[in-house]
């Protein structure tokens, strides 16, 4: 018997709103740049970055929240939800995701 193909399927949704089903892998690259610091970045990236891709809002915190928060009904166990971040931010985000009840938090 062969095995089930495998079809990678995208979906555009706000956070969640519109994703179904769990998951052995979350991946997320979510903005996460202080609103107040994007006016500083280097100019190929505030130039040509679109402002939603770049602002994380007032701590750059904001997503990582949300996608912490959104994720568990979506990872099935053992699941595991992989984020790119700011080079200041391994910490706050470990910390969250740790209060959010996720174990084994690594910062690469």
């Known amino acids: 018997m062969m095995d089930e193909e495998k079809r990678a399927v995208f979906i555009q949704s706000d956070l969640f709103e519109k994703v179904e089903g769990s998951f052995d892998l979350i991946v997320s690259n979510p903005p996460y740049i202080i609103s107040q610091e994007i006016a500083g970045l280097m ?3 505030r130039e040509h970055e679109p402002h939603l891709a770049l602002d994380g809002k007032d701590d750059g915190l904001h997503f990582y929240r949300e ?3 959104g994720a568990m009904p979506h990872l099935k166990r053992g699941g595991q939800l992989f984020f790119e971040i700011g080079y200041d931010q ?3 985000v470990s910390e969250l995701m740790r209060n959010a009840g996720f174990t084994e938090v690594e910062v690469i």
């Open 43 to 45: 100019p190929e990236v």
């Open 67 to 69: 996608i912490i928060k």
């Open 90 to 92: 391994g910490e706050a």
